[in-house]
Each structure stands twice: as structure tokens, then as C-alpha cells.
């Protein structure tokens, strides 16, 4: 039996995170213990103040069943801007529980882009269902943000905007901004439109309060401010704010027309997830892959890029089978190409992550390709005569021959070179033909520097050997 009696306890009898900021496990089995008991008053006390992103948390942090329970419980106190905050499977199996109901009341108060964020996954049938429990205008608003592409400006904007004609006064305006009662939470600036509704210009907040209530809006628009399409791609609206330190900026259809806003925290998101694709994709996983995917999906994701790599390996391998006599002769030659090989495939790394990220921020183009170029290829063979220096004279000493270090030397500055064009025409190559330089370089450019690694080691062993 679970007691339930917290009289003297206070709401939040332990603190929510621990010195490693992490969600205590103590505040969570507080939290566990109400919803088991279904005790909603305790809970209310444990999250209702909780911000949305220590609700997101902690809502990854119960067991798969308690979740739902918990969203049922507080009802109208749970803030649905926490299904945000959390992996997108969780996020899944939490409305997969929950009635088309309690989905369409808890995303009924939501800005537009959080609320479209939280459907948009749905299937089909569970989207429509819970949009029809909506009211028509609600149900338009959303919908309109779902109809776009899905990484477009449209589909992460915030459709509630402060818009006023170009005749309003200053004092007009700002009775407006006293008196309306559903305005967006947060807003950094005041939209000007015609009435067509198409996008005239800015008003800065601070400038608007600065200046007498008779001067008309007209005379303080800033028509220059940078617009965003609807339909452009997001992550060169991140690229945009990025550039130009932009705090929010209007979003506007094919007509012109004022449909949304996107603000600074929206973009936030976008950076974080474009990054964390990335470094996702060079390692070969998925980009939808999440900490709660189950192990089936996730080996299965994964199986496609070891299979490839499984392949290559074969390709390395083949290569130093060619070169099998020269092997069983020479122990030497065994224990020294994998040393040539890794050193290659760690160049070309480096090479093609700083190449990988420069493409996908626009820093990389026709421009500064050939500088770019030219310096990785000047870093390849500095790096490959000191390595070959380095190696060289450890590999001499250590076989008692003076010859190996001179192969080991020079195919070391041949693999370092081979490396850094690697490095910069594969993720390029792939660029150009349309595929993410970042979900496919690294197997192709590995591939590349072992087979070159070995086969110029071996094949200069051979040849200088022969000679000797």
C-alpha cells in the first residue's frame, strides 16, 4: 500500500535535479508514487509549476505506463508544451495512450508551431481524428502549418502574429497591444500589413514606446527587414538569423501575405537538430534514431551502413592478399600496414568532417573551393613528412632496416596526401550529385584511404625490397 498521506510533507520534499543536473531519482519516485496511487492533488503539487522542459524530462524519466497516467491526472494542468521537449518515440506512445480528446484539448492552447509540432508525426487517420474534435478556426490554423513541407519555414512558424494597418497611431496601437487578450506570449516586435493582410514592414518595440501617440505607424516602418518564405528550407532560415542576428522575422505565402512569425527559440531548435543529424549521420546512424527506439529498430537502422562497411573491409582485405607472398616472408610488413592505413584513415577524417560541416553550412562554395583545397593538400604533406619522419625512424630502429623505414616514410606521406584529396572530392562529389555528403563520405572516403594505405605500402615494400 502506498501511503498517500503528505500532510507534513512539503511539495517538493526533494530537489527536481541533482548536482549533475540530471532529474533526481528521488523526485521521480515521488512523482511514480502519486500516479500509482492516482493521488492528482499530490502530483499537481510535485509538477504543476514545473517549467516545460523539466516536465519533458521527467516524463522520459517514469516507466512507459505511468506517462499517459500522469497527463490524465493533472488534466487540464499538464502543459502540453512538454511533449516538445521529448524523443519522438516517447512522444509517440504517449499519444498513441491518450483519446483523441485529451490530445485535442491539450493542443488547443499551444502556439501554432508547437501544436503542429506534436501532430505531425501522427498517422493520417489519428491527425484527422483529432482535429476534428477542434473548432473550425482552430482546426484551419493548424492544418495550414501541416500542409507544408515538412523541413519548410511554414511548418515550424508561429501562426499567431501582431498585425496592424499602416494608418494606426502610435497610441491605436498600443491600446490594441493592452487591451487584446489573445496575443502571442512573447513577441519582440509589431508586423505592419495592408488590408490585404500582405507584409508592409517592422515596428521594434522599443521604438514604438519611444515615440508620441499621435505619429502614425506609417512614419516608423522599417520596410528593409529580412522576410522569410514560407516555403524556404529551415535550416537557411538558421543560416539567415545566424548572419544577420536576427531576434524574430516575419513569414509570408506566395502573395506576400503575412502567415507567421519565426523567433529566435524556434531556430535554436533547428541549429540543435541540424548538428545532431550530422554528427549522427558521419557515424553512419539514422537521424531519427532516439535513445527510447527499441532494439529492433535500431539494429535493423544500423544493419545497412555495417553491411557497407563490411564490404569495404573485404575490398582492404583483398588488397593485401595480393601482396601474400611479400608477407609470409616479411612479418614486418603485417605489423606495420594497419599502421599506415589507420593514420590515412584518420586524416581523411578530420579532412572530411571539417569539409562535411562546411558544405551544410553554405561556408563552402565555388568561391573559396580552390583555397580550401589547396591548403588541405599543403596540411597532407606537412603531416605526411613529419609522420613519415616519425615513423620511418621507428620502424628502422625497431626492425634493425633502415630500408622498411624509408617504405613505411614514403607511403606515409602517399597515403597522407591520398588522405586529404579523400577528404575533400568525396564529400564534394557527393554534394554534387544530390546525396548528404554526411550520411555517406565516411564509409567511401575509409574505403579509399585502406585500400591506398595498404597498396602503397606493400607495393613500394615490394619494389624497394626487390631492389635491396
Known amino acids: ?80 508544451t512538454a511533449l516538445t521537449e521529448v524523443d519522438d518515440g516517447v512522444r509517440e506512445e504517449i499519444l498513441d495512450e491518450l483519446s483523441p480528446e485529451t490530445v485535442a484539448e491539450g493542443v488547443r492552447d499551444l502556439d501554432t508551431d508547437d501544436a503542429v509540432y506534436i501532430l505531425e508525426d501522427l498517422d493520417e487517420a489519428d491527425k484527422q481524428e483529432i482535429l476534428g474534435k477542434l473548432t473550425p478556426a482552430e482546426r484551419s490554423v493548424l492544418q495550414q502549418g501541416l500542409d507544408y513541407p515538412e523541413d519548410s519555414a511554414g511548418r515550424r512558424m508561429q501562426a499567431e502574429v501582431i498585425a496592424v494597418p499602416p494608418f494606426w497611431t502610435v ?27 500582405r507584409f508592409v514592414g517592422t515596428v521594434r518595440l522599443d521604438r514604438l514606446l519611444r515615440t508620441r501617440r499621435p505619429v502614425s505607424i506609417a512614419d516608423l516602418v522599417e520596410e528593409d527587414r529580412r522576410v522569410v518564405d514560407a516555403t524556404d528550407d529551415i535550416e537557411d532560415v538558421a543560416r539567415m538569423f545566424e548572419r544577420y542576428n536576427l531576434v524574430a522575422a516575419p513569414v509570408v505565402d506566395a502573395s506576400g501575405r503575412l502567415v507567421g512569425v519565426l523567433t529566435i527559440d524556434d531556430i535554436l531548435d533547428v541549429i540543435e537538430e541540424a548538428a545532431d543529424d550530422d554528427a549522427k549521420h558521419l557515424a553512419g546512424v539514422d537521424a531519427d534514431e532516439e535513445l527510447s527506439d527499441p532494439v529492433r529498430d535500431v539494429a535493423l537502422s544500423r544493419f545497412r551502413w555495417r553491411f557497407i562497411s563490411l564490404v569495404a573491409a573485404f575490398l582492404s582485405a583483398s588488397v593485401m592478399a595480393m ?49 580550401f583545397f589547396r591548403r588541405e593538400m599543403i596540411v597532407g604533406l606537412v603531416n605526411g613528412v613529419a609522420f613519415a619522419i616519425i615513423t620511418g625512424t621507428v620502424a628502422g630502429f625497431w626492425f634493425t632496416s633502415m630500408m622498411l623505414g624509408v ?30 555528403p554526411a550520411i555517406a563520405s565516411g564509409t567511401f572516403v575509409t574505403t579509399v584511404t585502406d585500400v591506398v594505405g595498404f597498396f602503397s605500402f606493400l607495393g613500394i615494400a615490394t619494389i624497394l625490397l626487390k631492389l635491396g
Open 1 to 80: 500500500m502506498v501511503d498517500t498521506d503528505h500532510a507534513a510533507e512539503p511539495a517538493l520534499s526533494r530537489p527536481l535535479r541533482d548536482s549533475e543536473g540530471d532529474i533526481d531519482s528521488g523526485f521521480v519516485a515521488l512523482v511514480s508514487q502519486a500516479v500509482l496511487a492516482a493521488d492528482s492533488a499530490r502530483l499537481r503539487e510535485l509538477v504543476e509549476d514545473l517549467h516545460e522542459s523539466d516536465l519533458g524530462d521527467l516524463l522520459e524519466a517514469l516507466d512507459s505506463e505511468e506517462r499517459p497516467q500522469l497527463i490524465e491526472l493533472l488534466g487540464d494542468a499538464f502543459d502540453f
Open 171 to 197: 497610441g491605436q496601437t498600443i491600446d490594441h497591444l493592452r487591451e487584446t487578450q489573445d496575443l502571442p506570449d512573447r513577441f519582440f516586435e509589431i508586423f505592419v500589413a495592408d488590408p490585404a493582410h
Open 323 to 371: 601482396f601474400e607472398a611479400q608477407l609470409s616472408k616479411l612479418v614486418a610488413l603485417a605489423v606495420l600496414a594497419p599502421i599506415v592505413a589507420s593514420q590515412g584513415g584518420n586524416a581523411a577524417t578530420q579532412t572530411m568532417t571539417v569539409a562535411v560541416r562546411a558544405l551544410g553550412t553554405r561556408q563552402l562554395g565555388s568561391w573559396n573551393m580552390a583555397r
Open 407 to 436: 617504405v613505411i616514410g614514403m607511403a606515409m606521406i602517399v597515403t597522407l596526401l591520398v588522405a586529404a584529396l579523400a577528404g575533400v572530392i568525396v564529400p564534394l562529389a557527393l554534394d554534387r550529385f544530390g546525396v548528404d
